[in-house]
């Protein structure tokens, strides 16, 4: 696995070829990054199944659970068919603006 350090948040992108054993891998080191506003790029896969982008729901609900964002980008998944559980975006730009509007709604108290 491959991390990016930024200034909010933090990049995690696999380096193998199976998005679940990825998601598997991520739930077994999620302590190592529970603290941080995590972005899952996940583009390099390209057409994904509901099926394997829904291995990463349960750390997703964890993460949400403990205020903190996470975010998934692939470009390729129909964004009607994910979960409102799931934040979904095709860029890392907009991952990122995603986690700027979380952090100001949790500020607010939302």
Do not use: C, W
């Not at 999620?30 to 583009?43: G, L, S, T």
């Amino acid at each position: 696995m491959k991390t990016e350090k930024k200034k909010d948040y933090i990049i995690l992108r696999d380096e193998k070829n199976d998005v679940k054993d990825f998601a598997d891998f991520l739930n077994s080191i999620y302590k190592q990054f529970k603290d941080e506003n995590i972005v899952v790029d996940i583009e390099k896969y390209g057409n994904l199944t509901l099926e394997e982008l829904l291995s990463f729901l349960k750390l997703s609900t964890k993460h949400k659970k403990a205020k903190k964002s996470f975010v998934i980008v692939n470009d390729t998944i129909n964004i009607d068919t994910v979960p409102e559980e799931l934040n979904v975006v095709p860029t890392l730009q907009e991952a990122e603006d995603i986690i700027k509007l979380e952090e100001i709604e949790r500020d607010l108290g939302f």
